[in-house]
Structures are given as structure tokens and as C-alpha cells.
């Protein structure tokens, strides 16, 4: 039997043979094909028979052109060729035939088709051509007409004969080529689109019987080879204008090529310079040397030269050609200048069997300066402040820049329910974006939270990830960084101050003395609001900017907030574990007039402030938010607003620097994003909305942002989706779960452990049976994960004591319980080699996710009391809830005041399913008692209290702060882990 190297589609349910109309096959592929067909179904054309070659055996790629028509119901050909020995395949033309088409259009076509075809229907071929014909015949025809010199180019829509690219013009349209301008360039931004116009009119002047047939002009006729990889090596001694044409007619495909120092790279970004005075040179310990010319042309060496804007080269004629951007092999392209500078002994990672402390891991490994890092990642010189060599602040304005690049991939890394050391969560978010950069060769951005000092120095330590997966330097990253925490400390204390000072001049001034001092007479004897005072008038129903056209009771209603002393829930805040602020009394001082009253410190990353930090959008939406956190209430009932005190906008001026994200970077190099610190227990632990929109753009679509939820998926991740998501539009691709032997065998009924205390023998010796029991509490938590819509993968985190029978019960089980894949990790041993195994899994994920099937536990319709539940039943196995006296009062106000369609943000033990710390496992049918409620109206959600929850730590009887000390000779941190 003859073999049929063709795959026919036969659905008939749209143009098939026998429909009227105008009658139209597509020869064609890939998007420019498929361009072309849903335009000419747009214009009401017939689309009878759509051609394309077959993919290849093993590709998982489909064609977009068949794939469009498939989903429309078009008749589809795919096959291999149209000839075998220069005569058309039977099976193949008759396939064709089937169509019966009046005309065929010719979309980015790669066979050679048959007369037989061609000749076929009534109006025979059309074809498009990206060159003004007879100028740059044959299938590289914008590279010539870049490397050339040409300025204007254009496309062609010609009736096709027995030639290369030589039948008669039907029509033309101009481009203009302009001096910089690639390959890419020209055709995604003018050629492509105006070419998939240009057949459009070309298929309605050829069924309106009007068409042009003009003969080409066989004297001015040009035609050029394919370009290949071998013809693209650079020849410097030519002109600097002839080599920069060389260069971006050669990009991105094939790609200009020359060897560096022994190595072949690729060239892009290059720029023409008549002198090279405006450049800034850098020195560097060995010369470059560029292997000269083309094959057989100007053989020898030819010196080149760096300064930051790039590669610096001068040409034959004197003038300087600057190449912006290096490839070397199949990594990703990076700046000239980063290329040159990574080559040192940056991020240069000596991996031992016996691992050290993170503190020396992270010393001994020589960062990247941040300058280099920001070119490697595409943030500009005017979009970054520098802090220091290794971290930076960058600017919102990266996301004006970037508004219409498409997102990467978004991917939550998460947790079971944690032992106190915690399993791991920084360590295996770090790994695995060290993963995806090194062995995945993917653009991969790591986003975190800033970790309070009250842990570093107290028992939990700092939260730099760990072993040969961390983020550095990790001193600066556990301390005080680039100082948010600080803005949100004074921001948060300056609030409180402003609502103690406003009280204690209530409570002794009249009304007209508090009018006169808050609106003073100027020198001509007028008065005048602040901005944010209109705000208050506003919210009062006053529209007045004349302070003295306040009537009396206008004027009392805004000098007066009357604030109830035992409605207020604002405290002061210090980012330090300190038992002893947990109750203080304020107002002891002989000055305050007796006005005392009972308050408390909270640890700083506590705040609200932090919680708005961490989800604002933008400086305005900040402003907003700061604007309307609620202090306490009024004596009748009203919610007192930052802004009603006057000091929102003087805590957005102490923000404006901390709502910028922090760039640093792993041990191996890859970029890293530090912002917002709000712990998950209390608040909703997650790093800031912000820093993961830049991160989503800056690796571009098939890049990947990881991201962490603090503790357990039922905390942290519960949040990440309900809160954090549903405020950013954010959709992720895939949860991690992070899961360890250690934790599981608690779970499953093991000893109890302490913080500060060593290990059980149950932990470091196998115990199949504790692993088993405990595998449940994993299971539920990649459930949860998997109720949200999203592909759930998990990593199980390798400890030195956990034995392959004890992981493979974990990795069993995860995959019953659901999980995409499960997947033993080594990173903490081994870096980003550790958790290769775990990348892939997570880009598979990725790649099968469907965001389409994204959801929120609950809409923002139902009641609070509606909200709480859905949490409480679904996330954390209870079957009912209870309420206090004071948390029904408090649901009640705040659903009046219109606050009961925000989020549910539980402050709830992250120790336990339920609210006793002491039950592991996946426990069910509990009830959940609320003691209490409480509106943060600016960050925008309702956290209801799950019983005694602590906002000040306390130290413990042996902190970490022991350990930790100054090296005086060498002025290194040692102690910190």
C-alpha cells in the first residue's frame, strides 16, 4: 500500500466542498498564517481547505494556522511535502482538490507547490512577499534589505507562476527601514501586520475582478541566499555603518556572530559612533580579543574595548560600533558589559559534602555587584537607586515601562503545618529559583518577604533560605536591609503619637482654641485648610475651603473626634521580641494632665502599615490606604481614620521610599526581590503585591516568578489567594508545597517538639509508621492548593537523617492526595543542582496549568460570618464556628459601616489545623471560637482572633542573640543563621 505522508482533518461543519461564496485555501503556517485566515474570515471570505506542513513526530508544538482552523471546523491538510521526486503525491493533490477553492493565498510558505496547485482554481495563487519586488527575491529578503543599507523596504502581493518570487505584482506597500531598527523589528511592527492587511485587499481586488497584474522589472531585479548561521560571522575591518547592518539584519535569526576570547557568541543591540570620547572605559585584567572577519576576509585578531553602555569596537574605517547585547550558546542574551563583568568570580559557589553555616556559605561567595545585576535583568540606570554594592531600590516607573509585556509564570511556594525550626519554605523557594535559572537557563525572579529582627535574634533566626540555597548578602538581608521596616515603625508610631496628642488637646482646649491652632491666621489675615483637612470636611458632608465660612456646629463636628479611649486598637510597635511592651501605660508624665491610659506594643511587621505596604498597587493607592486605617471610634460610633487626625499624608511621605522593592540576588546569581514583611499568623504574610508585578514583567512570559506564603498552605497560601490575588488580579500558575520527614512524623503522633530544645531520637532515626500516620496533614494542604484551581507540586525537603523508604511514603502520597508531581529535593546540599528535578516538575506544572480554572473560596458578596465559615469548613476541617460577645458586636458595626465586603485575613495558631497548637495532624469536625474582631480598613480585610494570639514575641531563656557578635578584625557578622 502506498504510504500517505499526510494527516487529514476531514470536519466539514464550515467550508467544506459544495458551499458557495467567494472560495478561498490557505497555503501557509505559524502565526503569520494564522493571522491571515481569521482575517479573511473576519472579511466574510470562505474558507474551503486551510494546507500546512506536518509537524514533526516528537514536537509537542502545534501549528497555530491548523489550530485555528481545527477549532473553527475548517477542513485541515497537514503534510510532509506536495512532491516526492519532482511529481506531485496523488494522496496529497487530491486532498487539495477536495476544497474546490476559487483562489489560493500563499501565507509564509516554506514547500515547493505544485504548477498542478497553483494552476487549480478559477482566480489561480496569490502570495505575499516582504520586499519590494523584483528587489531581495527568495526567503531572506528583510535581512538583505537590512544589511544593505537599504531605508525603505515594503511588501509585495504578487500572482504566483513557475519562478522564485516572479510573477506579477498585484500590490505593493512601503516601509521605512529606520537606522537601528533588526530583523524582528521590521516584521513583528510593520511587515507581519501590514502584510496580513495587504492580502486582505490583494483576495478582494482578485474577486472583484480589478486586480492588477504588473510584470516585474527583470532589470532591477535582486535575488539573495537563504542566511545562515555560517554566513552571519562578523568582518570588523569593514565600515562601522556596513558591520552595525550586518548586525541587526542578522537579528535574532540566525544571529550575527563573532568569537570572543575563544568563545562564539551572538551580537545584538549594536549602535554607530563616529568617536568614542563620550565613552567611559573599563579597565579589565585581561583584553578583549575578537577573532576577525568572515571566512577567507581579513584573518587575524582585533582588539575591542567595554564601558557600560556596551561592547566597543573600532571598525576599518575609523568609526566605533557599539553591541549592546551578548549571547553566549543558548543562554539567555545579557548586556554587553554584564557579560564581561560575570565572568570574574562572581557568584562562584564551592560545594562541600560537609556543608558549613549559612553565614559562611553566604561570605564565602563573592555577589554580584548590583549595577551588574540591574543590566542582567533589563532594569535602567534611571530606574534604580543604588543602596550599597549588592542591593538597590527600584522604581514603580519599570512598570509603566513594561505595561504591555506579558507576564511569567507565577508560582506560590507554601507549606504543610510547620515544627517551630520550620521546614525549609525560604530554602526551597531559593533553590528552586537557582534551579530554573542555572539548569532550566530560564528568566527567574525570587520574591520574599523582609524578615523582622525580633526572630533573627531570637530563636526562629534570620530568614535568608539556607545552606547552598540562600539569598545574599545575608547579613544585610537580616538586619536592617534598606530600612522599611524602620519607615513602617515610625510611620505606625507617628500615627499612634498623633491620636494620643490630639486626645490630650480635646480634653483641654475649647473649640475655638483648637480652630485657631489648627487653622493659624497668615500675615494677611486669612486661614486655610490642609489638603488633608478638606478630607475630613468631605467625609463630614462640609463643602467648604473657607475656614472661617464654618458655622459653629460645622466647626465643632471637625475640631471634635471625641475618640473613645476604649475603642482604640492602635499600639505602638518596635521590631524586636519584647515581652515586657505587651500592656504599658501612656501618659505618666505630669505634662500629659492625668490623661493615662492602658496600651501595648506590637512587634513592628504586625502593623497595618506593613500590611498596606505589602498590598498597595501604586503611591496613590498608599496614600489611600494610609489614609483610611482606622484608630478606634468616636463616643457615638464613627470610625476615626488616620486621615481624620491629619497625618496621612505625612505617613505616605514616610513610605515613599519603602514602597519601592529591594533587588538582591541568591548565592548562584539569580535576581531577588525583598518587600513588605507581614507576618502570617497575624497578618497575611505575604511580600508585596508590588514587587511581584515588576518581577512578572521583568522575566517576560516564559520566565518565572516564585513567590512564598508564610507557614502552612491553610495560613499563608489561604491568604495569598483570598487576600493578596483577589487585590492584584494575579493569577498563579502553581502552588509548592514544602514538606519535610521531620514535620510528618510529628503529624503522625511524634514527641513533642520545642524550640531551643534538640531532637527527638524519633526524628533522626527511620520510623515508617510516625511518616505514614502524618502523611495526612501534607495530603489536606496540597487539597486546599488544589480547591483554588491550580496545579499543586511537592517538594519534599531533604534533611541528612530522612531515609528513601521515609521519602517515598511522602512522595506517594502526594501524588495520591492529587499533586501534580512530588519531588525529593537536595538544595540545601547542593544548590540549584539539589532541586533540578523539582524545576522541571514546576515548569511542567506551569505548562499545564489552566488559569481559566482559577477561584476564590468565597465572592465577596457573602456576610463575613459567610466568609469566615467557608474558611473554617473547607481550610481548616472545622464544622462550626462560635463567636464572642465582642466579635458579634464587632461583625455587626463593621458590615454597617460598609466594611463586609472585604477578605477574611484569621489570626489563628499556625501550628495546628485547629486553634490548639497542640493537635497535629488533619483533625476535622473541630469548632473554631472567635474571641474577637477587627476591621484593618486600609489594608483592606477583617481579621478575626482564633482564640489568645500573641502580636509581641518574647525571648526565650537561650536566643540567638548569644551567638551572634562582630569579628573586630575583619568587621564580618559571625553567629547569624
Given at each position: 500500500m502506498e504510504r500517505i505522508e499526510h494527516l487529514v482533518t476531514h470536519l466539514r461543519t464550515n467550508g467544506v466542498a459544495g458551499e458557495s461564496g467567494n472560495r478561498v485555501a490557505i497555503i501557509g503556517q505559524a502565526a503569520f498564517g494564522a493571522a491571515v485566515y481569521k482575517k479573511l474570515r473576519e472579511d466574510g471570505h470562505n474558507i474551503v481547505g486551510v494546507f500546512t506542513p506536518a509537524e514533526k513526530k516528537d514536537s509537542t508544538r502545534k501549528d497555530p494556522l491548523a489550530e485555528a482552523a481545527r477549532a473553527d471546523g475548517v477542513y485541515v491538510v497537514q503534510n510532509r511535502r506536495w512532491k516526492r521526486k519532482g511529481v506531485p503525491i496523488p494522496s496529497v493533490l487530491e486532498a487539495y482538490k477536495q476544497c474546490n477553492p476559487d483562489i489560493n493565498v500563499m501565507a509564509f510558505v516554506t514547500q515547493f507547490i505544485p504548477t498542478e496547485v497553483l494552476e487549480y482554481p478559477r482566480l489561480k495563487t496569490i502570495q505575499y512577499h516582504p520586499s519590494l519586488l523584483p528587489l531581495h527575491r527568495g526567503n531572506s529578503a528583510i535581512h538583505h534589505a537590512i544589511m544593505m543599507g537599504d531605508t525603505i523596504t515594503g511588501y509585495t502581493i504578487f500572482w504566483v507562476d513557475d519562478g522564485v518570487d516572479t510573477g506579477p505584482i498585484l500590490l505593493q506597500e512601503t516601509v521605512t527601514i529606520g537606522p537601528n531598527a533588526t530583523v524582528n523589528d521590521l516584521y513583528g511592527k510593520h511587515l507581519f501586520p501590514e502584510g496580513v492587511a495587504g492580502l486582505s485587499r490583494g483576495v478582494s481586488l482578485a474577486f472583484s475582478g480589478k486586480a492588477p497584474r504588473d510584470v516585474q522589472d527583470e532589470s532591477k531585479a535582486t535575488s539573495e541566499c537563504v542566511w545562515t548561521k555560517e554566513l552571519a560571522h562578523v568582518d570588523w575591518s569593514r565600515e562601522a555603518q556596513s558591520v552595525h547592518n550586518f548586525i541587526r539584519g542578522s537579528a535574532r535569526s540566525p544571529g550575527a556572530w563573532t568569537t570572543i576570547n575563544g568563545k562564539q557568541v551572538t551580537l545584538f543591540k549594536s549602535s554607530v559612533h563616529l568617536s568614542n570620547a563620550h565613552l567611559e572605559t573599563i579597565p579589565l585584567d585581561e583584553p578583549i580579543i575578537l577573532?576577525?572577519?568572515?571566512?577567507?576576509?581579513?584573518?587575524?585578531?582585533?582588539?575591542?574595548?567595554?564601558?557600560?553602555?556596551?561592547?566597543?569596537?573600532?571598525?576599518?574605517?575609523?568609526?566605533?560600533?557599539?553591541?549592546g547585547e551578548i549571547r553566549l550558546g543558548r543562554d539567555p542574551p545579557q548586556s554587553a558589559y554584564s557579560y564581561f563583568m560575570t565572568s570574574k568570580d562572581y557568584n562562584v559557589i564551592n560545594i562541600l559534602d560537609n556543608v558549613p553555616s549559612d553565614i559562611e556559605i553566604a561570605q564565602a561567595v563573592k555577589p554580584l555587584p548590583v549595577h551588574i545585576l540591574c543590566q542582567k535583568i533589563g532594569v535602567q540606570r534611571n530606574e534604580v537607586d543604588y543602596h550599597g554594592p549588592f542591593k538597590a531600590k527600584v522604581h514603580l516607573s519599570v512598570l509603566d515601562r513594561?505595561?504591555?509585556?506579558?507576564?511569567?509564570?507565577?508560582?506560590?511556594?507554601?507549606?504543610?503545618?510547620?515544627?517551630?525550626?520550620?521546614?525549609?519554605?525560604?530554602?526551597?523557594?531559593?533553590?528552586?529559583?537557582?534551579?530554573?535559572?542555572?539548569?532550566?537557563?530560564?528568566?527567574?525572579?525570587?520574591?520574599?518577604?523582609?524578615?523582622?529582627?525580633?526572630?533573627?535574634?531570637?530563636?526562629?533566626?534570620?530568614?535568608?533560605?539556607?545552606?547552598?540555597?540562600?539569598?545574599?548578602?545575608?547579613?544585610?538581608?537580616?538586619?536592617?536591609?534598606?530600612?522599611?521596616?524602620?519607615?513602617?515603625?515610625?510611620?505606625?508610631?507617628?500615627?499612634?503619637?498623633?491620636?494620643?496628642?490630639?486626645?490630650?488637646?480635646?480634653?483641654?482646649?475649647?473649640?475655638?482654641?483648637?480652630?485657631?491652632?489648627?487653622?493659624?491666621?497668615?500675615?494677611?489675615?486669612?486661614?486655610?485648610?490642609?489638603?488633608?483637612?478638606?478630607?475630613?470636611?468631605?467625609?463630614?458632608?462640609?463643602?467648604?475651603?473657607?475656614?472661617?465660612?464654618?458655622?459653629?456646629?460645622?466647626?465643632?463636628?471637625?475640631?471634635?473626634?471625641?475618640?473613645?479611649?476604649?475603642?482604640?486598637?492602635?499600639?505602638?510597635?518596635?521590631?524586636?521580641?519584647?515581652?515586657?511592651?505587651?500592656?504599658?501605660?501612656?501618659?505618666?508624665?505630669?505634662?500629659?494632665?492625668?490623661?493615662?491610659?492602658?496600651?501595648?506594643?506590637?512587634?513592628?511587621?504586625?502593623?497595618?502599615?506593613?500590611?498596606?505596604?505589602?498590598?498597595?498597587?501604586?503611591?496613590?493607592?498608599?496614600?489611600?490606604?494610609l489614609g483610611k486605617m482606622v484608630v478606634g471610634y468616636s463616643k457615638s460610633g464613627d470610625a476615626i481614620t488616620a486621615d481624620d487626625l491629619g497625618v496621612g499624608g505625612a505617613l505616605t511621605v514616610l513610605m515613599k521610599d519603602a514602597i519601592l522593592p529591594t533587588l538582591m540576588q541568591t548565592l548562584e546569581g539569580t535576581p531577588v526581590f525583598v518587600h513588605a514583611g507581614p507576618f502570617a499568623n497575624i497578618a497575611h504574610g505575604n511580600s508585596s503585591i508590588i514587587a511581584d508585578k515588576i518581577a512578572l514583567k521583568l522575566v517576560e512570559e516564559d520566565g518565572f516568578v516564585i513567590t512564598e506564603a508564610g507557614f502552612g498552605a491553610d495560613i499563608g497560601m489561604e491568604k495569598f489567594m483570598n487576600i493578596k490575588c483577589r487585590n492584584s488580579g494575579l493569577i498563579p500558575d502553581c502552588v509548592v508545597i514544602c514538606s519535610t520527614v521531620r514535620a510528618l512524623k510529628m503529624h503522625g503522633g511524634g514527641p513533642t517538639i520545642k524550640a531551643g530544645s534538640p531532637l527527638d531520637h524519633a526524628y533522626t532515626t527511620e520510623n515508617l509508621d510516625l511518616v505514614a500516620k502524618g502523611v495526612c496533614n501534607m495530603q489536606h494542604m496540597v487539597k486546599i492548593a488544589k480547591n483554588f484551581g491550580v496545579q499543586v507540586v511537592v517538594g519534599i525537603n531533604q534533611f541528612v537523617w530522612d531515609t528513601p523508604a521515609e521519602l517515598e511514603i511522602v512522595r506517594k502520597a502526594a501524588l495520591e492526595a492529587g499533586a501534580f508531581d512530588a519531588v525529593i529535593s537536595n538544595h540545601w546540599a547542593k544548590g540549584s543542582e539539589g532541586a533540578a528535578n523539582l524545576a522541571r516538575a514546576v515548569d511542567a506544572a506551569c505548562s499545564a496549568n489552566d488559569r481559566s480554572n482559577f477561584k476564590l473560596l468565597y465572592p465577596s458578596s457573602f456576610t463575613l460570618k459567610e466568609k469566615i465559615l467557608e474558611i473554617v469548613q473547607k481550610v481548616y476541617l472545622g464544622a462550626k464556628v462560635e463567636y464572642s460577645p465582642i466579635a458579634e458586636k464587632r461583625i455587626s458595626l463593621y458590615e454597617k459601616q460598609g466594611l463586609g465586603h472585604l477578605p477574611i485575613c484569621m489570626a489563628k495558631t499556625q501550628y495546628s489545623l485547629t486553634t490548639d497548637p497542640a493537635i497535629k495532624g488533619a483533625p476535622s469536625g473541630h469548632t473554631v471560637l472567635i474571641a474577637d474582631v477587627k476591621a484593618a480598613a486600609g489594608a483592606g480585610f477583617i481579621y478575626p482572633l482564633c482564640g489568645a494570639m500573641t502580636t509581641m514575641p518574647g525571648l526565650s531563656t537561650r536566643p540567638a542573640y548569644y551567638d551572634i557578635d562582630l569579628d573586630l578584625k575583619t568587621g564580618a557578622i559571625v553567629g547569624l543563621f
Open positions: 577573532a576577525m572577519g568572515a571566512k577567507g576576509v581579513g584573518r587575524g585578531n582585533w582588539p575591542a574595548q567595554l564601558s557600560t553602555n556596551g561592547l566597543i569596537v573600532q571598525c576599518g574605517d575609523g568609526a566605533y560600533v557599539i553591541v513594561l505595561a504591555d509585556r506579558k507576564d511569567g509564570k507565577y508560582v506560590c511556594v507554601a507549606g504543610i503545618t510547620p515544627t517551630p525550626f520550620g521546614e525549609g519554605k525560604t530554602t526551597i523557594t531559593v533553590g528552586l529559583s537557582q534551579a530554573l535559572g542555572a539548569i532550566l537557563k530560564k528568566k527567574v525572579f525570587t520574591c520574599v518577604r523582609q524578615p523582622s529582627m525580633g526572630p533573627t535574634f531570637g530563636i526562629k533566626g534570620g530568614a535568608a533560605g539556607g545552606g547552598y540555597s540562600q539569598i545574599i548578602p545575608m547579613e544585610e538581608f537580616n538586619l536592617h536591609l534598606t530600612g522599611d521596616i524602620h519607615a513602617v515603625t515610625i510611620a505606625n508610631n507617628l500615627l499612634a503619637a498623633a491620636l494620643d496628642t490630639r486626645m490630650l488637646h480635646e480634653a483641654s482646649q475649647s473649640d475655638k482654641a483648637l480652630f485657631r491652632r489648627m487653622c493659624p491666621k497668615k500675615k494677611d489675615g486669612s486661614r486655610s485648610f490642609s489638603n488633608v483637612m478638606l478630607r475630613r470636611l468631605k467625609k463630614l458632608g462640609i463643602n467648604k475651603t473657607n475656614p472661617d465660612d464654618l458655622t459653629k456646629d460645622e466647626l465643632h463636628r471637625w475640631v471634635r473626634l471625641d475618640v473613645d479611649p476604649s475603642t482604640i486598637t492602635w499600639k505602638r510597635v518596635v521590631d524586636l521580641n519584647d515581652r515586657y511592651l505587651r500592656k504599658i501605660t501612656v501618659g505618666q508624665s505630669k505634662t500629659e494632665k492625668g490623661i493615662t491610659r492602658e496600651t501595648g506594643f506590637d512587634i513592628a511587621v504586625a502593623s497595618e502599615v506593613m500590611a498596606v505596604l505589602a498590598l498597595t498597587t501604586d503611591m496613590t493607592d498608599m496614600r489611600e490606604r
